[in-house]
C-alpha cells in the first residue's frame, strides 16, 4: 500500500512538475536577474551604476516574488527528489552536516608537543 500511494504520489508531482516547467524557468529568469543585479552593485564604483544595479536586483525579486506558481513547480520537483530517494531506501539530507575541520591550534599544541619530548 505504501509503494502505491508512493507511485501515485510521484505521478501527481511529476504532473505538476511538467505543467510548472515554464514558470519555474521564470523563476530562473527572474533569480539570475537578482543574482547579476547584486553583483553589479558590489561591483560598480559609481553611483549611477550602483542604483541602475539595485533597480536591476529590484525588478528580480519582484518578478520572483510574484512567480507563486514557479515556487509550486519547485515544490513538486523537491517532492520527486524525495520520492525517488525513498525508493531506493537512500537517507534524504535537505541540510548536510559539514564535516568539522581540524583546529589548526590544536594540532600546532600537538606538535609543539612532539617537539618538546
Do not use: C
Not at 539595485?54 to 523537491?78: D, E, H, K, R, T
Request: proline content about 3%; charged content about 15%.
Amino acid at each position: 500500500m505504501k509503494k502505491l500511494f508512493l507511485y501515485t504520489a510521484g505521478f501527481i508531482a511529476a504532473l505538476f512538475a511538467l505543467v510548472l516547467l515554464a514558470p519555474v524557468a521564470g523563476l530562473l529568469v527572474s533569480g539570475l536577474l537578482l543574482a547579476a543585479g547584486l553583483h553589479y552593485y558590489t561591483e560598480s564604483k559609481s553611483t549611477f551604476g550602483k542604483v541602475m544595479s539595485l533597480v536591476l536586483a529590484l525588478a528580480g525579486l519582484i518578478s520572483a516574488l510574484s512567480n507563486i506558481p514557479g515556487f509550486i513547480g519547485l515544490v513538486a520537483i523537491g517532492i520527486l527528489y524525495y520520492i525517488y530517494k525513498s525508493r531506493k531506501n537512500e537517507k534524504v539530507e535537505i541540510f548536510a552536516a559539514q564535516p568539522k575541520e581540524e583546529d589548526p591550534f590544536t594540532n600546532f599544541e600537538r606538535e609543539w608537543a612532539k617537539l618538546n619530548n
